[in-house]
């Protein structure tokens, strides 16, 4: 083969062997998005016991349901104990912040957003919407009470 061929093979074969590699790395990055919840359900809590909390971020105010039980803009939690925080919205997009922990998820219409919560001090711990959803948004102010 003359040369010229030979390292046009070579540029060819080498920026498809680039991409194959970016390629992996997305398809394994995307893959670990996907189940972050799944992973993160089997491997940093464990097998442990934990409650489920149902947000709705809802114009203009948090629901919460626990077991069956709703709360408007207040919940009630064990400090210590393990929580999983399902959020979603109802209406337009809301974003649910917990201002004493920095956590913060969005809330979308149609999307169950995974929270494990777990709270060692008691005491209250302030909910806002971090995201502009209308003009009652500066309402949607909540709370979590840790309980001891
Ligand atoms: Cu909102």
């Known amino acids: ?6 390292l046009e093979m070579a540029t060819i074969f080498g920026a498809a062997a680039v991409l194959g ?7 394994v990055g995307l893959y670990e998005i996907d189940n ?13 016991e934990y409650t489920t909390v149902r947000v709705y ?3 203009y105010r948090w629901v919460f349901d ?3 039980t709703r709360t408007i803009n207040e919940v009630k939690i064990k400090a210590g104990r393990l929580y ?28 169950w957003y995974v929270m494990w919560v ?3 001090r008691p005491g209250t711990y302030h909910i806002l919407c ?16 840790v309980e001891p």
């Open 1 to 6: 083969m003359e040369r010229g061929r030979l």
């Open 21 to 27: 590699v970016l390629a992996y790395v997305a398809a």
């Open 36 to 48: 972050y919840g799944k992973a993160a359900e089997k491997t940093a809590f464990g097998a442990g």
């Open 57 to 59: 971020a809802v114009q």
């Open 66 to 68: 626990v077991n069956g």
């Open 84 to 111: 999983r925080f399902e959020v979603t919205s109802v209406d337009v997009v809301h974003s649910f912040y917990i201002r004493e922990l920095g956590y913060k998820y969005d809330a979308i219409p149609g999307q």
């Open 118 to 120: 777990k709270i060692d």
């Open 130 to 145: 971090a995201e502009f959803c209308g003009a009652g948004h500066y309402l949607m102010v909540g709370k979590i009470v």
